[in-house]
């Protein structure tokens, strides 16, 4: 190697050091968003009278959102774990933009970077930084150097190249305004009369509500619970983290067996994302699914698990109950 390019190598790889140590700076324009949008959720709950039909819609549209990100953005683009008719796709890319969160595209990109490089400089949500910055504080800070050049690397041409995932990305912005917001806020006015202001003021308060559920799999879900899978990661086992996200809190499972559409070995156990796909599944709209054998999760938990994986019994009852021949 000539000197000039020794030097010009060398300049580079400093470079690329100093980069990597540098502090990523505050994203003002995103924390003014989702700064907002959490006072004026806040002040709404504190100031405002919500009656029971208003907070069981809130529940309703806000799972149903949430079914769009965990059922379609998760584990159908994102880990191919089962494939869908264009119908299905179509209601998933609809329910997951009425979430509020990014687009389709890029939530895969930034999934499947969390999962190739989970837990350090190149996961966007590295849970090694802290509680508040994998919960959301992430969101808040522009890439780490990191995860842009890791990031790069990602392929995801197999979702640039699904029709309805172009459509959602393309018009995402716009999607986001009329899904999430003003179809669920003309919803209660034209079905029983609420005013707009209450309507209003509930579309902010069930998008916050539902993206801080989404993303305690980030936080939560990454530092207390059992690892009964795979001790080495940090990804854990927590009921209370599936129970409020479908199915989602089974993340040591997920993480060790991420092609797995149940992301669970027990399916059915706060898991209503598998049951809901069982039913597609049935009327034809979802097919393929691929699932970690029974022989395998035996073979990796009893080799790589920390022992607090659940009894025969419940493993029994995970076998008996399934519909499919794991």
Sequence with gaps: MSEKNLKLCTTAETAAKSNACKPQELAWWPIGIIGGFHIAAAWALLTTRFSLPMWTYVYVYGSLTLFGTTAGAHRLWTHRTYKAKSPLRVLLAFLHVSSAQTSVLQWVRDHRAHHKYVDTDADPHNSKRGFFYCHIGWAMMHRHPEVKRQGAKIDFSD????????????????????????????????????????????????????????????????????????????????????????????????????????????????????????????????????????????????????????????????????????
């Design 159 to 326: 979702v640039l190249a699904d029709s309805v995932v172009q459509f959602e990305h393309r018009f995402h912005y716009l999607l986001v305004i009329l899904c999430a917001f003003i179809i669920p806020t003309v919803i209660p006015v034209v079905a029983w009369n609420e005013t707009w202001t209450v309507s209003s003021l509930a579309s902010i308060v069930r998008v916050v509500v539902f993206i801080n559920i989404a993303v305690t799999v980030n936080s939560f879900a990454h530092m207390v619970g059992d690892r009964p899978y795979d001790k080495q990661i940090c990804p854990t086992e927590l009921w209370m983290v599936s129970f409020l996200a479908m199915g989602e809190g089974w993340h040591n499972y997920h993480h060790t067996f991420p092609w797995d559409y149940k992301t669970s070995e027990l399916p059915y156990y706060c898991n209503f994302t598998t049951f809901a796909l069982d039913g597609f599944a049935k009327v034809g709209w979802a097919y393929d699914f691929k699932w970690a054998s029974k022989e395998l999760v035996d073979s990796v938990a009893s080799q790589r698990g920390d022992g607090s994986r659940p009894t025969e019994h419940l493993r029994e009852v995970r076998y008996r109950s399934y519909n499919h021949d794991s």
